[in-house]
């Protein structure tokens, strides 16, 4: 049963907050609570997490998913679309659907983001990303996988990227597309010197260490789904691991992958 749902939007957005609004009066009818999870006081935990907005905003609601593990529901007023699954138009629809237990529930894997000096840990759902945000410079970055060097990359940043990712920052900078189904991590360099700019695909169970090398003066930030996580100095290094934990997305139809991936290939070319 559905008994609160936390809304997630941009309130800079006048159709998130037209439609968050007309989700609370549905849902009000039907004796359910909602409510901004991150601009109330409202300390109920809410049984599932409804985003208004693009790919962007959905990833903002899957922090509260995981922190609450509860299933996640994107509402597409963005232009990418890969992750939101409704369109605004079914949104009561799509609330009675959820009402009525009539629907499938799709998890995707998450990436487990340490930082060892600061002792803090991050999930992801996209993308860890070292980068050299205001840095003038180009970073340099040595890779390891299972203990393993990999190379050293003399570039704008790099990417470790869950197959949900893949579709995002990644795919962007030159890396590959990868089914979501995939046990798998993704390394793409972002706009690295000479050959180096090669991506690469690894087991979803390896361990994977960036460091950020101490030779040179430098200085990088750690982005995790698009959110500033601190700053890296020379010598500090990222850890980053496939996890257990899973996050959950609800499914009203079916999900076709790869059709999703031809549409939003021609609209990115038109």
């Not at 790919?55 to 903002?60: F, I, V």
């Not at 998890?107 to 487990?112: F, P, V």
């Not at 798998?184 to 706009?191: D, E, K, R, Y």
């Not at 690894?202 to 260490?209: D, L, T």
Request: glycine content about 10%; some cysteine; charged content about 25%.
């Amino acid at each position: 049963m559905i008994h609160t749902v936390g809304l997630i939007l941009n309130k800079k957005n006048a159709e998130a907050v037209r439609y968050a609004g007309q989700a609370i009066s549905f849902l009000k009818e039907k004796n359910v609570e909602a409510y901004d999870v991150q601009n109330s006081q409202n300390d109920t935990e809410p049984d599932l997490i409804l985003s208004f907005g693009g790919d962007g905003t959905l990833l903002n609601g899957a922090r509260f998913a995981m922190k609450y593990d509860i299933p996640l529901l994107g509402v597409n007023l963005g232009t990418v679309g890969f992750l939101t699954e409704e369109e605004p138009k079914r949104l009561e629809i799509a609330l009675q659907e959820i009402i009525n237990g009539k629907y499938q529930i799709e998890s995707r894997s998450l990436l487990e983001i340490t930082n060892p000096k600061t002792d803090e840990t991050f999930n992801a759902l996209n993308d860890a990303v070292i980068t050299r945000g205001g840095y003038a410079r180009l970073i340099k970055v040595e890779a390891f996988v299972n203990q393993k060097e990999y190379g050293v990359f003399t570039a704008d940043g790099i990417i470790v990227a869950t197959p949900t990712g893949s579709t995002g920052y990644s795919l962007s900078a030159g890396g590959p597309i990868v089914e979501p189904g995939v046990n798998c991590m993704i390394i793409t360099p972002v706009c690295a010197h000479s050959m180096q700019h090669c991506p690469c695909v690894v087991s979803g169970e390896a361990k994977i260490r960036l460091l950020l090398r101490p030779e040179r003066e430098q200085t990088a930030e750690l982005q995790v789904d698009g959110q500033n996580r601190g700053m890296l100095e020379a010598g500090d290094e990222i850890v980053v691991n496939g996890t257990e934990k899973k996050i959950r997305l609800i499914r009203l139809r079916g999900y076709d992958f790869f059709g999703l991936v031809r549409r939003k290939l021609v609209e990115w070319g038109s």
